[in-house]
């Protein structure tokens, strides 16, 4: 994704769409907040307050593409909350898998993380599952290899994805050691 930040009128045109019925035009709002990390603390603001699913899913595409480490403890947050839909926790699971390179493996936040991923593995819903395997792969922490094996079982389709619950285990287990060696060069541990 470039870094593509939108003039103050898009960015005010954007903020109006998100909060829309449109779902196009709510969706290329999204896609232009992404870049524009001015708007952070607006489109928490329109989280708090939204009740209405793909609006909610919008607002958490931008905020995860701000890469805030400040949003760590609200993302955890909306993974663990069974009452919330399928499409939010897996969004939050995208929002871990992007920013657990910037997380030590030893610190208390990886570890609430990692702890609400491997039980979003038992989830009914196959997209919360999909989510979740991936952001273990993306940990690098080698110790989830054995989870992420087990989740090579798991055949069933996720809409809106590629392949299965497995296929995405299979792909995760690849980048799991990759990541690993990224937090070697990098000394983040």
């Known amino acids: 994704m470039s870094d593509t930040s939108p003039t103050p009128e898009q960015r005010d045109a954007a903020l109006k769409d998100i909060l829309g019925d449109d779902r196009t035009a709510m969706v290329k709002a999204s896609n232009l907040l992404c ?8 489109l928490l603001r ?9 609006t909610r899913h919008a607002i958490l595409y931008a905020l995860t593409w701000h890469s805030h480490l400040a949003q760590w403890d609200l993302m955890v947050g909306l993974l663990k909350d069974v009452q919330e839909a399928p499409l939010i926790r897996g969004q939050a699971a995208e929002y871990l898998s992007y920013n657990f390179a ?17 039980a979003a593995l038992k989830d009914p819903s196959p997209d919360v599952r999909y989510c979740a395997v991936n952001a273990l792969g993306c940990t690098g922490h080698l110790p989830l290899i ?11 389709p996720a809409p809106g994805w590629v392949g299965t619950v497995s296929d995405e285990a299979s792909r995760a287990l ?14 983040i541990p």
């Open 46 to 54: 329109f989280l708090e307050a939204e009740k209405r699913v793909e």
């Open 146 to 156: 054995p989870a992420l094996e087990a989740m090579r079982e798991d055949k069933t």
């Open 35 to 42: 870049y524009d990390k001015s708007t952070t603390s607006t």
């Open 174 to 187: 690849e980048w799991i050691v990759g990541q690993h060696e990224m937090r070697i060069k990098n000394g």
């Open 102 to 118: 910037k997380v030590r493996t030893d610190s208390p936040e990886f570890e609430v993380a990692v702890k609400a991923l491997l």
